[in-house]
Each structure stands twice: as structure tokens, then as C-alpha cells.
């Protein structure tokens, strides 16, 4: 069989590490076109909106797949004028997206001793999100003509950071033999290093992280990975797995005759295998269509012009499959290729990037914990203001960018309900929210302990104050006459009155709780004057607090 027209949409979201240390909203982006990297230049550009003022210039895919979200959704992905305005405030899009135009194909070695591959790249896109530090790389690619198993195997390859491990020859498990990006004449501007096995051994053992492929840092540079070596301002992390979600879209001369093993190949993300059968066993695969099958497009049976059309979704990879002899399924401006490169990955991006987002506030917590020491007042402060702060971040967040619903349309709607059932999404935001949720009670419960604490203090204080202040009152203020005495004498009386008071209010701040105890035992008409004695003795002990 062969794959008439083959597309895949490479969407790897990363976390972005602070610009400085205790700012809340940190724009990534405005950097990225002022570093001149001493190995790409300034390759990225701001790509502007898809609405040109010139309505002529407007292109009709691009209405279709506007018109197929909601209000608040288009508000959100497009605003009224996406990327046009310097300002991020009510009706502007809160994303930012730059482009980078120098790497025009892939050659790809799957296996050694194989042929190489060559597909054309279609953009290469980084989507950066107001107020929250996640970046998603964006790589989609294309070709003609593939055999389906070369198809296969090149998605099952090709989308990994990093390899998983090596083999005794000394390849890189699961990943091309080799990867070379090409510019547009056709000259190699980086190459993998899969088979650098030190490379990688060494970046775990030193930093306790992978680091990635030298072609993928190719093209994300000027970021950098945390641990780089020169580290650079624009820095970041991974947040999952090292092989990269993926959207694919494949059309066929006759999609009946694709197996049901290659098509769990494809969505499971399965080598491709000549002989016959699953790739697992048939009792694990039984509810394979009721789990990831969107078949609202599938009838087999069914004549005319009928295109059928099989979708299946895990949540990490979403496949495509659907019959190339039929245009309402490869036009590229009006067809199902058209809805699958601008709707339908818009779900994919707004999906994967509330993981992303989820998971970066998540990590964010485990690092606050991470630093904090009981025993440190400074690092106690900062735990309770990063705190405070990741609370506003994850409040924003939810009133900007959370959404059950992106469109009414039902295959929109569907597809988007699947990909955050399968993210588990719902449930991510629900142990955020209650881990954010509890720190934050336990702030505000700490507070008011502290308060209540001090409103003792300060009521023992005053308890004892009063003694002195009714005593001195009573016997009037010229107990001892020292109007006459020189200036000097005066301050000496003076400063030794305020030193012995002082002391005795710091004694008594020293003793506020065993005297606070003395208090209530008074009060209370239960206790015998022995009890009190008792409490009033410890007072004086040491440890009495």
C-alpha cells in the first residue's frame, strides 16, 4: 500500500525557565529575535496574523477554520488582531508565534544501510503563551508517494528528543540512524547524534537530565536546554516523555485495505511488521476501536461517493486515515487536508498546551517544596510569596486560557472531549487546583495562628502595663521630685526608667504564654488557688513556654 499524500504535525511542549527571579509574567518572546546565536544568527521572525487587512488577500481556509470555534474560543487563538498589537489586554490574542523559514527539508536515514527519505517541511513554529512560561514547538513536514510500512516507521522514529537507549552495536534504540536538516539549497545545516552515546550518559550523570538531540537543539536555539553548556538567557526544560506528540495524516488509494494491525501500529505507535497479526495480544486490543476509533467517518460497506475516513486518538499521537481518490479528503483549501492542518491541530495545540500548562504549575510546587527549609526564616518568606504568586498565575490561567469547550461543531467538539479525556486533563486540573487549594489554606490557617499569637502578646503586655500605669496614677506622678535636678541627672533617671521598663516588657513578651495561662487559670472559677500557684510558678521555670 501505498501513502499518496503523507503529513505530520510535531507538537512538543516545553517549560521556560524565569527571565528573573520573582517575576510573575515574564515575556520569553521579546528575546528571542534580539539574541544573535553564534550558530543559527536570528532565524526566527514574528509571524503576523492569518487576517491581512486587504480582505482580498484573505484565504478561505483560514475563515473556515476561525468560524469553527466559539466567541471566547476565537477571542482567545485570534483576538482582533493577532500579533499586531504590543499590548496583551482584553480583545488582544494572548499568543505569541515566530517562524523560521531556513530549514526547507528533512533527509532521513530510518535504519542503517536503509535509503534515505526526503520530505518538505511546511513551517516550523514556536507558540509562546502570555503569563505562562510553556513554549510549543510546532514542526510539521510532508511528502508523496511513501510506502505505508516507510510511513510507518517514520512516525514511530522520527519525533524523539533524545534516545531511550542503545543497542550492543552501538545505535540509538527507536530512533533514524540519522537526521539532517536541509536549507533550501539543499545544504545540510545540522545533523543528529542519536549514536553519541557519551554524550548522553554524561548529560544525566553530571546535571541528573537527558539532553537533546543536536539537530533539535539546532532548531530551537537560541533556547537552550536547562544544563547547556555555555547556558544562554532563554532557557528550558522537558516536561514528558522524550518522543514528541504527534498529529498524522495519511491518504490512501483504498483505506479498507489497511489492516487493523497497521492501523494499531500507527495510533499505539508500533514498528511496522511484515508478518501478520497484532502487535499485541488480541485480549489487550479488544477495546481498541470503543477506546481510540472516532469512526463517525467509517463505513466500509458503503458505496457512492462515500469517502471513508478512520480517526483514532490516544491523546499523545492522533491518526488520520481516508481515501485519496476522493477531494473532499485531500483539498488543501476546502477539504478534510484543510481542516486537519488548521482546526483540528488547533484542538491538538489547545490540548496539549493546558497539559503543559498544568504540569509546569505542578513542577513549579514540587520546586518550592524542594527548597523550602522550616528552619530558614528567608527561605520560609519565599516559600509563602511564591506561593501567593503561583495562586494568582494558576487564577489567570483558568479565566484566560481553560476551556471544556472549543466549538459546537460535533466532530470538533468530539475530537477535543477525546484528546482531554485521553491527557487526562480534568483530572490534572483538579489535583492542581487542590494542591495549590491546600497550600494556600495552610498560609492563611498559619496566619492567623500568628496573629492570634501576637494578640496575646500584646493583651499580656497590656495586662501588665496596666499595673504600673494604675499604681503610678494612683499615687500621682510626683512620687519623687526631680524638677530641680541638673539636666544630666534627669536624663540618667531618664534613660534608666526606659531601660528597666524595656527589659520588663521584654521579659514579660519572653513569658506571654505561661503568663497568658496564668491569666485564664484566674479567670477561670474551676481552678483552686493552688492551681493558679502551680501556673503562676511556671512562670519563673525555665522551659515554661
Known sequence: MVVRQFRQIVTWPLQLMPLKEGAQIQNHWELLTEIDDPLVGRPWAELKDEFPVDPAGFQERHYREFVGFLPRAQRFLYGERASRSGRTSYGDSPIRIYRRDDIRRVRTWLRRGTAPIELAVAHADLYFFYDVDVVVLVFELGGEDLPLAVAQEFVYRFARAYPSGWSDTGEAENCPARVEWLGADGAVLAVSDYDDRPKFTASVCRNIAPTVAAHWDFLLRPLRINHADPPGPLRYRPLEYYRMPSMVYLAVDDPGRMSQ???????????????????????????????????????????????????????????????????????????????????????????????????????????????????????????????????????????????????????????????????????????????????????????????????????????????????????????????EEPSLTKLAIFSTVLAGITLMTYLVLRRSQALARFFESVADTRTTLGDQGRTLRDVFRRGGD
Open 261 to 483: 494491525s497497521d492501523l494499531v501500529r500507527l495510533t499505539l505507535g508500533v514498528l511496522p511488521d511484515r508478518r501478520p497479526g497484532l502487535p499485541y495480544a488480541a485480549r489487550f486490543l479488544a477495546d481498541f476501536d470503543q477506546k481510540y476509533a472516532y469512526d463517525r467517518y467509517h463505513d466500509p460497506g458503503r458505496g457512492g461517493d462515500w469517502c471513508d475516513t478512520r480517526i483514532t486518538c490516544t491523546g499523545h499521537t492522533f491518526v488520520v486515515v481516508g481515501d485519496a481518490r476522493h477531494p473532499v479528503f485531500t483539498d488543501a483549501e476546502r477539504g478534510f487536508l484543510a481542516q486537519f492542518r488548521h482546526q483540528i491541530f488547533m484542538l491538538g495545540l489547545v490540548a496539549h498546551f493546558h497539559r503543559a500548562a498544568l504540569l509546569m504549575l505542578s513542577e513549579r510546587l514540587m520546586s518550592m517544596i524542594t527548597r523550602l527549609d522550616i528552619d530558614d526564616p528567608a527561605t520560609v518568606r519565599s516559600f509563602r510569596r511564591d506561593i501567593r504568586q503561583t495562586q494568582e498565575i494558576f487564577l489567570r490561567f483558568t479565566h484566560r486560557y481553560w476551556f471544556s469547550e472549543l466549538s459546537d461543531q460535533a466532530m470538533a467538539r468530539d475530537l477535543f472531549h477525546r484528546w482531554a479525556d485521553h491527557l487526562a486533563l480534568e483530572r490534572l486540573y483538579a489535583d492542581v487546583r487542590a494542591q495549590i487549594s491546600d497550600m494556600s489554606t495552610y498560609l492563611d490557617s498559619d496566619m492567623l495562628r500568628r496573629q492570634s499569637t501576637t494578640i496575646v502578646r500584646l493583651t499580656v503586655v497590656t495586662m501588665m502595663s496596666i499595673l504600673g500605669t494604675v499604681t503610678t496614677g494612683f499615687l500621682g506622678m510626683n512620687l519623687f521630685a526631680h524638677a
